[in-house]
């Protein structure tokens, strides 16, 4: 079985400090990855709230640069004689009074695969917390999932869905996970939606980890579900920041996938499929 990793950062985001272009190929190619990903942190839009605590604002990066050390370092891999690819992408942080730049953004650059992805609502990022203020564990979590799913359907123009449940990593509730059963109306559109425009389910793994003593879980009934409405692209995403983390969790989880009766590990290339068998 050939993995592919969609979904790292590298030292053009700006949480990717730790990590770089070449150390995660390097990483990747030792665990014996196919390929893996690079989709740098595009947010046009940071809450108030986060810029008091970093001055990071703005979290665009540089996509020309970004993809001339990323062919350097494809390159390097080739005259090396590794048997790896490379590709060119870009997480893009959707938010409703950016629409204009997205657009325009995701106009005038060409990438292998764009993640679609929410950081930063109400005003909030989750990440500090403050979203949750006010809220309990079900309208906090109902609330993220509707806004992927109205922002998703508003780009259009992407390729992966990422990590629907990064509202979960940092909730303050018992209730760790993100189930089908509690969210099936937003589930089924969500879904129905990814199926029928051919765009990837992701598995993110880096919200399976303890945080805060909770562990979140990825429930497979949203992987049924998404499979009983004729869904088949699946892709494995570490969301690393750091090499030591590139390809974190993919035996178990694609086993478990795999389990479930997919056939396929997805990844894009010039933003076409490619499925590889499980
Ligand atoms: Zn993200």
């Not at 939606?193 to 945080?211: D, P, R, V, W």
Request: with cysteine; aromatic share 14%; glycine share 8%.
């Amino acid at each position: 079985m050939v993995l592919f990793d969609n979904h790292n950062h590298s030292q053009f985001s700006f949480d990717g400090k730790r990590a770089s272009v070449e150390a995660g190929a390097r990483s990747a190619l030792e665990k014996g990855l196919g390929g893996l990903c690079f989709t740098d942190h595009c947010d046009f839009y940071v809450p108030p709230m986060k810029a008091a605590y970093e001055n990071l604002v703005p979290e665009e990066f540089d996509v020309a640069l970004q993809q001339k050390e990323i062919d350097r370092v494809q390159a390097l891999f080739d005259a090396e004689g590794a048997d790896m690819k490379i590709l060119k992408g870009i997480e893009i942080g959707m938010h409703e009074d950016c629409h204009e730049r997205i657009r325009e953004h995701m106009g005038t650059h060409a990438f292998d695969q764009v993640i679609a992805s929410v950081h930063y609502l109400d005003g909030t990022d989750p990440f500090y917390g403050g979203y949750y203020e006010g809220k309990d564990w079900n309208t906090a979590y109902g609330h993220y999932l509707e806004t992927i799913y109205r922002e998703m359907t508003w780009l259009g123009d992407f390729d992966i869905m990422g990590h629907y449940d990064y509202v979960a990593r940092y909730a303050p509730y018992p209730q760790a996970s993100i189930l089908y059963k509690d969210f099936s109306d937003i589930f089924d559109e969500m879904l129905r939606y990814l199926a029928q425009e051919g765009k990837a389910l992701e598995i993110n793994t880096k919200s399976y980890k303890e945080y805060h003593g909770r562990t979140p879980v990825l429930d497979k009934d949203i992987l049924m579900r998404y499979r009983e409405l004729g869904g088949e692209i699946i892709s494995f995403g570490s969301d690393s920041h750091d090499p030591g983390r590139v390809g974190d969790g993919f035996d178990r989880h694609a086993a478990f996938v795999k389990s479930l009766g997919f056939r396929w590990s997805a990844h894009f290339e010039k933003r076409r499929l490619v499925q590889l068998p499980l």
